[in-house]
Every structure is written in structure tokens, then in C-alpha cells.
């Protein structure tokens, strides 16, 4: 069976690896996209990184131009978060989130959510410590609005294995 720890995702620097890494944390895993109107969240964002990232969350930003609305490159893509944003959280290279050339994590959180393709950037999606997908947020649902939820899933003690 398939485990939200069994993808592999390539950092803004280039680094290969796999989710498994921070099993037992909170996961908010969100497509973005520098000249998006909802771009702001990013600011949103990385404000649950900072006050959370102790207490176990972890945010993944995943750029995608599917929506065309992403710089020309990653490395592009990276700078405009931090120089406008101040994201410190981690970024990932590009990816697709629909389509033939979906990133499998994509794919997986789409599934495992029971809804459909991704309509827009800052989609969304909470995972808590177990792995296990908790909710999935509308683009316009802005980071401050479910701060509860990631606090209620931080409160949540992780599924060990035997």
C-alpha cells in the first residue's frame, strides 16, 4: 500500500529526497506560483513555518506553471518567494499537479482527498503525523484560516510502527 512517505521530491538545491524523512510530522504541502494573485499566502505560509517548524510542522512549497503563472525558472521561481515573501520553508524544483506528467505526490493527494483535479495554485493539503491526509484546502482558503487545524494535528501524537 501506498504511503504519503514513499515520494521523492528534488529541493530548489537539488537534493533527491524522500518524504519518509520527516515521518512523525506535520506536513502542509501546497502548489505555488510567484505571479499568482494568491501569491500573498505564501507570506501566510511562512509565518505557520516559523511558529510551528519546532512544535514539527513542516511546509513544502512544490512551484508549478501549470496555470502559467510561474517564473521562467526555479531558480527565479526561488528568489521571488524569498526576496518578497522571506520563505525560508522548503521549495521544491517545478512540478506538473495535472495532466500526463502529474507528479505522483499530486496524484496520490488528489486520490487519497476524493476530489479531482487541482483547479488553481495554493491548493493545499494537510497530513498529519501518521501520514495520513487530514484535509485538503481550496486555493482561496488562506494559511491563517486553518491554523487551528495544524495546531490540532501538531497536538496529535505520530503512529509508531512495530
Not at 65 to 75: H, I, K, M, V, Y
Request: proline share 3%; aromatic share 10%.
Amino acid at each position: 500500500m501506498t504511503s504519503i512517505y514513499d515520494f521523492s521530491l528534488t529541493s530548489m538545491e537539488g537534493e533527491n529526497f524522500t518524504l519518509d524523512r520527516y515521518r512523525g510530522k506535520v506536513l502542509l504541502i501546497v502548489n505555488t506560483a510567484s505571479k499568482c494573485g494568491l501569491a500573498p499566502q505564501l507570506k501566510g505560509l511562512e509565518e505557520l513555518h516559523k511558529k510551528y517548524q519546532d512544535k514539527g510542522l513542516v511546509v513544502i512549497g512544490l512551484p508549478s506553471n501549470q496555470f502559467r503563472q510561474e517564473l521562467a525558472s526555479d531558480e527565479e521561481a526561488s528568489e521571488y518567494c524569498q526576496v518578497h515573501y522571506g520563505v525560508t520553508f522548503l521549495m521544491t524544483k517545478r512540478v506538473a499537479v495535472n495532466g500526463d506528467a502529474t507528479e505522483p505526490l499530486f496524484s496520490y493527494l488528489k486520490e487519497e482527498s476524493g476530489h479531482g483535479r487541482i483547479k488553481w495554485n495554493y491548493t493545499k493539503f494537510l497530513v498529519g503525523r501518521d501520514g495520513k491526509l487530514i484535509h485538503r484546502y481550496a486555493p482561496t482558503t488562506t494559511p491563517e484560516s486553518f491554523e487551528d487545524a495544524v495546531v490540532a494535528a501538531l497536538d496529535t501524537q505520530a503512529v509508531t510502527e512495530a
